[in-house]
């Protein structure tokens, strides 16, 4: 039995609720998604990182269908990832359908079987609108459909869902995560672009201008 | 673009409602789950030769995970399936932890890619209290969880939730669909083993006793 199972891309968001969670003395398992994002290569071997550091059990779930099915820039195959801000509407190309959803599920059905109480994502407010799966009202439904579809025995939780992306960059300075260990460039190469509108996002969260974001970027 | 995914198990129900699905006039895709259970080895065939038969498009999506990862006598490598009727307590070791919700997770993901509007599952009024992700509450919460997630691209419906098995059994057969091209059994032998509670049932859906049913039972 374990207390909380967190969902942990390696990115910066869920690697600060992995410290947060152990740091308020629950145990935890992390679990993991490779879908065939173009920056899934990026980012798992830093999930793997971060669970050998704090010594939690890790599951890496393969789902080769999304790759080899369904339709997204961000997936290998697709077209390439645009430039420019999360709100323009072009970047509605890197949305893959139903993705929370299915690692949610996935991530419910397995507290279930090893008897974890709650499932933990690293959602925020900031999170955004052209990703119809990561907003407080899809939120909300998924955790009650699971609440029902387990018998009250799991919960799916969003401790994050008041905070903005700086805050979360902030909470882990003062938890003394090495950001240095997660990933956040959508384009998967051997640094963070600097350039993409996730780098962008990741730049201000970690207070780059202010001199404060250990993170190397190609620009 | 097709307007319905169905969710195709190899079962009796699932084969019924591609049937009618197809009878009215719908286009449709199958959506198959290989999730280790001891009798997807039989109930897999069933549906790859139903897809055959009506000359629709079909993925079988492998989830190795769960047979690996999760814990249900219905699983490869758990224990023994128990005899007896749905209602008793030990039958609860065949729920497969958050399976439907899983299942409907990727089918509305899928359906998304592929620009149908809805996924179709058999589920009946007869579904059983032991497993939580069959009943209507639960089936109602996801069907509006994956209305919100998918801006409201997909529905997730539930055509027979008003039927029983029986209902379903004498709707196919007004069909002419042949139910010796389906698969009930939980044991997964050679042929039906006619004696677990899922047999129990399908003799009572298929009106055995009035000598209409075409399965061949070991027992």
């Avoid at 410290?19 to 980012?43: C, M, P, V, W």
């Avoid at 991530?107 to 407010?125: I, K, R, T």
């Avoid at 903005?164 to 902030?170: C, E, L, N």
């Amino acid at each position: 039995m374990v207390d909380s199972i967190i969902v942990l891309s390696g990115g910066m968001d869920s690697a600060v609720l992995l410290a947060q969670t152990l740091k308020e003395g629950k145990t935890a398992q992390a679990i993991s998604f490779d879908y065939g994002s173009k920056h899934n290569d990026r980012e798992l071997p830093m999930a793997v990182g971060l669970c050998e550091e704090f010594a939690i059990k890790h599951q890496i779930i393969k789902l080769p269908f999304i790759g080899e099915l369904f339709s997204s820039s961000l997936l290998t195959g697709g077209e390439e990832i645009p430039d420019g801000a999360y709100g323009q509407e072009n970047m509605k190309s890197t949305v893959v359908p139903f993705r929370n959803g299915i690692m949610l599920a996935i991530a419910a059905g397995y507290a279930e079987s090893v008897q974890a109480g709650e499932v933990l994502l690293g959602s925020h407010s900031g999170d955004h609108h052209i990703y119809p799966d990561c907003r407080p009202e899809f939120n909300n439904a998924f955790a009650e459909a699971v609440n029902l579809g387990t018998d009250g025995q799991v919960a799916i939780r969003f401790p994050f869902s008041e905070m903005t992306k700086r805050d979360i960059g902030d909470l882990g300075r003062t938890l003394d995560l090495d950001f240095a260990k997660t990933w956040t460039c959508y384009k998967g190469g051997e640094l963070h672009c600097g350039v993409c509108a996730a780098c962008d996002e990741r730049k201000e969260a970690l207070r780059h201008p202010e001199g404060l974001d250990v993170t190397k970027y190609l620009v």
